[in-house]
Nanobody, 122 residues
């Protein structure tokens, strides 16, 4: 069964860093584009970063210069390195996968994880 599992969330102070992981299983990970999304209570879901099957990366304006997405196809894992964290980064972060980069960038996907909580204190 296809599965995505996020990990690495936690509580950090503003200015700190976290590294999130998205571990995939049950499908051909190397053929899929992966995206990270976040949602805070009372706010709209927001796409944060995406990576294509060939390793091309894309970022939301809010993430540029602070976040970095990468993938390790040998480990079937995508990472999101988050630096210079701000309180407004507080949210549940989920990863999603789709064969089509355009689909995942549009917020849709074949597979989704359940999320990991990131809390940034001021």
């Amino acid at each position: 069964e296809a599965q995505l599992v996020e990990s690495g969330g936690g509580l950090v102070q503003a200015g700190g860093s976290l590294r999130l992981s998205c571990a995939a299983s049950g499908f051909t990970f190397s053929d899929y584009a992966i995206g990270w999304f976040r949602q805070a209570p009372g706010k709209e879901r927001e796409g944060v970063a995406w990576i294509s099957d060939d390793g091309s990366t894309y970022y939301a304006d809010s993430a540029k210069g602070r976040f970095s997405i990468s993938r390790d196809n040998f480990k079937n894992t995508v990472y999101l390195q988050m630096n210079s964290l701000k309180p407004e980064d507080t949210a549940v972060y989920r990863c999603g996968a789709d064969y089509s980069l355009s689909v995942i960038r549009g917020g849709l996907g074949d597979y989704w994880g359940r999320g990991t909580q990131v809390t940034v204190s001021s």
